[in-house]
């Protein structure tokens, strides 16, 4: 019987960024819980910080409430697991879009391996542009 082939980190964790791109332009804040470890911290563009995947979740039901917010898209540029292919560094950019304003920046997220699915543990955005 032919084996399948093990996913690697990087792509494993491209393929979960593009879900959860998906769930926030669908404005599904729920579907997004998933993706966060418990205790997970997010650190928004502009420097606040949530504490809690639950939190995490609330924060995006409150911005898809909001009849301005359209999605939020992350772009990974590099993803890099340590020698365990325990955790793992997701650096990228990230775009904001209001029907009035578009934001965007860096971001570093860290995820880690958690009962053989890849989590997300922290998130740090840095908002670089602005316009509108």
Do not use: C
């Amino acid at each position: 019987m032919p084996q399948t082939p093990k996913v690697s980190a990087q792509d494993a964790i491209r393929a979960r960024r593009r879900l959860t791109n998906r769930f926030i332009a669908a404005h599904e804040a729920q579907r997004l819980a998933p993706f966060f470890t418990a205790d997970a911290n997010l650190i928004g563009g502009e420097g606040g910080l949530i504490v809690g995947a639950r939190a995490i979740v609330e924060a995006f039901a409150a911005q898809f409430a909001d009849p301005g917010f359209i999605a939020y898209e992350r772009s990974p540029l590099e993803v890099t697991p340590d020698i365990d292919d325990a955790r793992a560094a997701e650096r990228g950019t990230w775009i904001g879009r209001w029907k009035d304003q578009t934001l965007g920046g860096d971001y570093l997220a860290v995820w880690r391996k958690q009962s053989g699915q890849w989590v997300i543990e922290q998130e740090l955005y840095v908002t670089l542009t602005r316009e509108g």
